[in-house]
């Protein structure tokens, strides 16, 4: 088969490295790649927005199977226009894509399905959310509606907080969901779906903000692990059976059927688990975490998800503990430094258990690899518990020369 893989970062440089291992694979591209990625596909420089000349580069490389990373593009109609060229595309359309770019939406679904989620009102006014927050009270949480790359949401301790918030939150849109707020654990829990089937693909717990202990501004993502000790096979059943199959469901009734990863932000309550949000992809770096513990062919899997055949699969994974450390540019998230010098990646790469994967990085004029984006590479690593995981990422970080990098020392360790 011959496979395009969309995006560039530490989740498709994973994504590249499982379909790698495939051995009905022919031929992998990546639009547009990283450094990492080169070594495993051959890069098309087309940016993971281009729609059209994604389509014009699956047709002139008679590409069988499409694997989008990033949300944006299937919000933009990535699938719809693979579709229309009849070419297999193992993501969302953009109707179906609003599980992620709209929140609203998510709600208005999870009511039809009667799905666990946060009690919420939906407000198109920043007047409606103020009387929406007077009305819950504090806590309280105020979203944002609308694809807001992780910085459109407030848990506000108090209503002044609250108010606050919306007055902020504003500049992104009218639209506003006010929230229950909810107590618990997180557990980010993915399935890939065909339309029709589901079948699970493991859980990962993500860790999002800057600083260690938790602190600081909200990230992309700084580190991830993955088996997730609260995640019992009972556990499991119980997320498909009340909130995964349901929203399949719903979908396929409004005529709007999800294929591809969906992505499910959980808390799991002292009522059980309840959806926070969903996302209509892998995270990154949580990917990372799950491929590298994954033990079946990806390929045949996303291939299957395409085809509405899923109810015929299975997949496996390792009983090995993966953690994935993600080394960001200084700076990042505000403001990372570009082009220092990174070293010693050979080295660390040969470490035991260990696997790299690249996102923000770059070749400079005379080839050497530097720092191009704020999170710039993840280490990850496979041990029989996540303390040996997190053991031997840390000694491969350890082995990387870079000093314009930096990393939570904490990943692994759940709060
Ligand atoms: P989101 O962008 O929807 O993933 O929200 C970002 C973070 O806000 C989540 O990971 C949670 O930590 C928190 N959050 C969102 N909604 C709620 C809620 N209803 N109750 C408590 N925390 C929430
Ligand atoms: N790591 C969180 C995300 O990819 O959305």
Request: aromatic share 4%.
């Amino acid at each position: 088969m011959r496979v395009l893989v969309v995006g560039s970062g530490g989740r498709e440089h994973a994504l590249c490295w499982a379909l790698a291992a495939s051995p009905l694979l022919d031929a992998l591209f990546c639009a547009p790649g990283n450094p990492g990625i080169a070594a495993l596909a051959t890069c098309v420089p087309i940016d993971a927005l281009d729609i059209p000349a994604l389509v014009a580069c699956a047709r002139a490389e008679r590409i069988d199977l499409v694997v989008p990373g990033p949300e944006a593009p299937l919000a933009a109609g990535l699938a719809d226009a693979m579709a229309a060229a009849g070419i297999a595309c193992c993501g969302p359309s953009a109707a179906a894509a609003r599980l992620e770019s709209s929140k609203g939406f998510t709600k208005e679904i999870c009511a039809a399905a009667a799905i666990p989620t946060a009690a919420w009102d939906i407000c198109g006014s920043a007047d409606a959310a103020r009387a929406a927050i007077r009305r819950r009270g504090a806590p309280v949480v105020v979203k944002a509606d609308g694809l807001a790359a992780g910085k459109g949401v407030v848990v506000a301790a108090t209503e002044a907080e609250a108010l606050a918030a919306v007055d902020t939150l504003a500049a992104l849109g009218d639209a506003f969901v006010i929230e229950e707020c909810l107590v618990g654990a997180e557990l980010s829990f993915f399935a890939l779906c065909d339309g029709v089937h589901a079948i699970p693909l493991g859980g990962a717990q993500d860790h999002k903000r800057v600083g260690d202990g938790d602190r600081g501004p909200n990230t992309g993502g700084m580190g991830a692990f993955s088996p997730v000790p609260a995640l019992t096979p009972a556990l499991q059943d119980d997320i498909m059976a009340r909130i995964v199959r349901p929203t399949l469901a719903a979908m396929a009734a409004r005529g709007t059927p999800f294929r591809g990863i969906l992505f499910a932000g959980l808390m799991l309550t002292a009522d059980g688990p309840k959806l926070i949000e969903y996302n209509v992809r892998f995270g990154d770096p949580e990917c990372q975490a799950l491929l590298l513990r994954l033990r079946s062919d990806l390929l045949p899997a996303l291939v299957a998800a395409c085809e509405g055949e899923l109810d015929h699969f299975d997949l496996r994974s390792y009983d090995h503990a993966a953690v994935a450390v993600v080394l960001a540019a200084r700076g990042y998230p505000d403001a990372p430094q570009r082009g220092t010098p990174i070293r010693g990646l050979d080295a660390a790469a040969a470490l035991p258990g260990v696997q790299l994967f690249h996102a923000g990085t770059a070749r400079d004029p005379s080839g050497a690899l530097v720092a191009a984006g704020g999170r710039v590479l993840t280490v990850c690593a496979l041990g029989a518990t996540v303390t040996e995981a997190r053991t031997r990422a840390y000694a491969a970080v350890a082995a990387i020369d870079w000093p314009g990098g930096f990393c939570r020392r904490d990943i692994g360790i759940s709060f």
